[in-house]
Each structure stands twice: as structure tokens, then as C-alpha cells.
RNA sequence: GCGCCUAUAGCUCAACCGGAUAGAGCAACGGCCUUCUAAGCCGUAGGUUGCAGGUUCGAGUCCUGCUGGGCGCGCCA
């Protein structure tokens, strides 16, 4: 509808432009939106606003003469002008009514897009070292990057969902490092546990698994694995030396075979845990991409030989330097160092390569707000590689910020006090985790009250929607009892019946669904969704609490089961784009 | 010190890429179940959109400065 008053509009413009009202070179973004207030009609523009310095014209004179030039349209019943120049319109019933039926028709597929074109994208988010579980901080990343993948799907992109696996690096050493160090634990060994090794519990679990696996063949004597190994900080030694000393002497005890057996369990099993994790939260992925395929198939060789022959690699010092300053980065980056390895970065140049090279039509990058730093740098890497950089796309997720009442919790994953994801979900559930984590803007800085989240109760908006969606299967549901069934045919031909404004109110918003989610899916916010069926779900409990459905007359009782039912289906659509799950009775 | 994000009702958050009287939920107060699920509905109250300027027909939205909060600035990952 929308479209077809744009249409009115620029047809109405030509014909000014015909009579030289406006100059013929102009080409003005016609906007239509929803009225905010009933009086305002169903839609208004502000076209005559903008066009009115152009046109050397008081607004309302050229909105006039606009009205004047509009073109008839049976779908519109009264144009009105109004304020300082809007120019509103009346949609005639039979329009309005008009999208119940394309709702009942299309079902599942009302709302779907084909803007995306089908077009390759590209979305990485999550990322988490798998160093250890998931937690509530990782929740809101996850949440957004899964239903801004789907939206994206549902306006018709490819989507490729990745998690880049961070398999490679000083973490994953001590994480293998602090497992082999429990699992001497349990074989008897004896000593003080390093203090910036990893201590949750979770690593005793894994050292398990080493066990049952390996039995006592890695065991080696306490004394052996610390001999020589700088002291810890407690003992007024260095801590991050003393944890590189005893990575050392892992390697060398174990050799470099059983040393990779420790570390592969440890990867697999946290990976998969992660993995696991997130399916349950109806979170998937596409691929999970490991950083270690990056340094073994040679294609951090291969990028840095690219950015090398371009001219953007230098040394210094003995170390390899890419001149990200010459696309505006603070300053230069790292990517090989004076000891012939390679750094992080020299992998993310490598990853960036990597899915340029899959012929992806865009990227789409999702961090944590902490990452931020890092868009400079990529930019400038897109750019070296020779890439345009409107193929790249950045959003950050701001932290979560937690609280239990009014106190806030710290958290800190080295140390193991952290709250899980999984902790969250089996308190609060999936559905109300997903909505929550999803219904704020993502730059925005959320603040997360474990209590109220657990509370389960009316606090979670979620059940709001949820219960419309119900509510609506109820009704259904209660047909039989008084000897009636739905008859479709007879509800939409008798719409027009409906002329409450709360009936009213309800069509017009269905019919704003789609809108909602290609504006949604290109804006990567997918808490304008939420938004939208906590409001459609206000609109049904209303009309609900005003109007009874189950009416002796057939044809305001079909009509009204139709509008119910077209009702519940769009929300049933988008709370499956939100990863909610839409309940026939609560 | 430099950079990015942010500041809206007592609290948690919206405001459709500059539009009409800034909206919801929670908390507070008052009503509505012998009628389709009261996890609901209706009503009341609550605001100088952090502060000060600027841009224009028009600013919560864009620009500048200031203040408060979050985060980032390694040959770490």
C-alpha cells in the first residue's frame, strides 16, 4: 500500500513537473509512513515539506496542488492536508481488509522478502575462545547474531553463519596446560595449581576424560613438570612467566605427540560443549571455521604474500609490519614477530582473504563491544586486499551488563565465577532468553537482573505475546462445543463487517509485517521485531477484551475467526524469526 | 592523553535512516472475571530527552563544545 501511494505521489509529481511547478531535474525520495494519530488517516507523507524550497512555494500551496494532480485510486478514499504541510490519506476498507486474506493464503510465507536477492552473506558471530563455557555475556551475541542471520534469510540473502574457532594461540596452551595439570591432580601428583591457569571446574571434567582415555600414560612426576620453571605470583614470582614455563615443560615431557592428544581433547570437548550449547538455544551455524586450518593450509602465507606484493608489509626490528596507517589506523600492525611467528592478527588477515575468496557478496562482522578497536585494522586489511569496503559490515554487541537485584556481578573467566549461558537458559528458558537478549537496540548497554530474569514470571515480556498467540488457538480450539467450525470462505467475505477500530487497528498492522521485516533485516535490528509483536499482541488483547469472537452471527464470527487466525499466524512468523517458540496453550 | 559507544518517566527500554501532542512495560493508585484463558483489559499519575550553543519550515534524532558512564588503545589471544 505504501508503494502504491508512492506511486500516486510520483505520478503527481511528474504532472507538476509538467506544468513547471517543480524543476525537472529533481528526483525526491518520496517517503510514506504510518500515521501515528487516527485523524492523520492510515499513511502520510511529508513530500511537500521537503519539495517546498525547490518549488519556491509555502508548503501547503504546493501540497495542494500536489492533492490536485493525485491520480484517482480506488484504494484510497479521502486526501487530506494537514499540519505544516503533510498530506494524509484514507485507505478504503476493502484495502485494509484486504491483507487477512493474503495472510490465511500465504501462511508461514506472509512477510518473507525477496529484497536480499539472494545475495551471499556472510555473518561471524559468537567467537568465543573455547577455552571454556559460554556465558550470559556470550548469550546476547549469540541471541542477536542467530535472529539477524534469520531475518536476513527471511528477506532473501544467502546466509552463511560462522563461529571462528580461536584453536590456535597462548590460551588454548594454557587451557591444555591446566587440564594436564589436573589430571596429574588425580593421579596422585601434588603441587600448587598455577595461579592464571584455568580453575573451573570444567577442566577437572575434562582432565577426566584424558583419564579415561589415556589412563595413567601422560602421568609424570610433579617435581619433573616444575623443575626449573620460574615461580608463581603468589610466591613473589611472575605469573604469566610461570604459566609459559610450565606450557614449556608440558611440551617437552609430553612430546609433541601426546601434548596435541591433551589439546585436541580439551578443543573438542569445549567446542563441542559450545556447540551443543547454543543448538539448544536454537542457535546454528554453518560452519564452525578453525583458526588452526588457517596456519596449516597456508593461507596466512598466502594473504600476508598478497598484502607483501601490494606493498603493505615492511620490517622492523625484526618483525613483519602491515601499514594499516595508510587506511587511516591508529597505527601499525603487527603480523609477523622477531621470533618467525605469526601474530592473531596475521590470522584474521588470513580469515578475511579467506571469505573474500569464497565469494561471499558480504561480510558481516559481529563482536563484542569490547572489539571495537578493531575496526580500523580490518577495514584497513579489506582495503589492502584489494576489496571494496562496502562488501565488509561491522556491528558491535554492547556487554550486558549483570546484576542479582541491585548489586552487580562481577564476572571473570579465568577465575570460573562466571554465570553460564546455560545456567541462564535452564532458569529463565530459552524463549524468554532468546526475546530478552534480542529486544533492546545492540548498542545499547543492557543492563540484565538475573533475579527478575529468573523470577519467571509476568516480568518477562515474552509471555505477553505468547499468550495472544494462545488466546488466539483457544478460541479456535472452542468451536466444536457450541457445534460451530471455522468457515474461511464466509469470514473473508465478510470482513468488511469489522469496522471497530480495533479490528481496524489489528489489519493495519498486520499489513505492516513485512515492512517491519525487511526494515529489520537491513538494519540488522531485530529488536524493532520484538517490538512490533509485543504491539500486534497489544492490539489482539484489546480487541479480545472488547469484542467477542464466538458471536452468534456466522458472519461476524467467521469474519472475526479469520482475523484471529491471520492474527496468530504472523505472530507465530515472528516469534519464530526471534528463535521463540509460539504456544497453542499456556 | 587519543579513539569508539552511550545518556530519554522512579526502574528497564522504544521512537519507523529530520516530521504532527516523545511512547510502552515494571513499580504506584483506581476500576473490570456466573461471558471465548485475568500470564489479560480499561483508567489516573509520572518528562526542560545529561548541559550549553548551532544547522532549518521543524531536532530525542544532524554538527560543535562540556559533563557523567561503558569499552578499547601489546611483537597478548
Redesign the pocket.
Known sequence: MKEHIAELIGSAIDTLKQQEVLPADLTPRIMV?????K??GDF?T?IA??L??PAGCA?RDLAQKLVDALPESQNVTQVDI???G?I?FFASAATITAVVGKVLSEKDQYGLSQVGQKQKIQVEFVSA?PTGPLHVGHGRGAAYGATVSDLLAAAGFDVHREYYV?D?????DILATSVWLRYLESNGESFDFPSNGYKGDYIRDIAAKVQAQFETSLVKAAADVFAGVPADEPQGGDKEAHIDGLIAQAKALLGAEGYEQVFDIALEDIRGDIENDLGEFGVKYEEWFSERSLTRGGDVETALKKLTDAGHIYE????QWFRSTAFGD??DR?VV???G?T???ASDIAYMHNKFERGFDKVLYLFG??H??YLPRLKAVCQALGYPLDKLDFR?V??AILYRGSERVQMSTRSGSFVTLRELRDEVGNDAARFFYV???S?????FDLDLAKSQ???N?V??IQ?AH??A???MR?LPEHGWSFDQAAGLAALEKLDSDYEKDLMVALARYPEVLE?CALNY?P??MA?YL?DLA?DF??C???????EDDAQIRNARLALGEAVRQVLANGLQLLGVSAPE??
Open positions: 509512513e504510518n500515521t501515528k494519530d485523524a492523520h502520510a511529508n515539506l521537503m517546498a524550497k508548503p494537514a499540519g505544516p503533510f494524509n575462545n580461536n590456535a594461540g597462548r590460551q588454548m622492523e626490528n625484526g618483525a591508529d597505527k603487527c614477530r622477531d621470533n611467528m601474530t592473531y592478527f563491544a569490547d571495537h578497536g558491535l554492547q556487554f529486544s533492546r537496540k548498542d545499547q548497554h543492557m543492563g514470571s509476568k516480568d515480556p509471555y505477553y499468550y494462545a488466546r488457538c483457544s478460541v472452542k526494515s535490528e529488536h524493532v517490538q509485543k497489544s488483547h484489546s479480545y477484551n472488547a469484542l467477542k469472537v464466538l496453550e499456556m
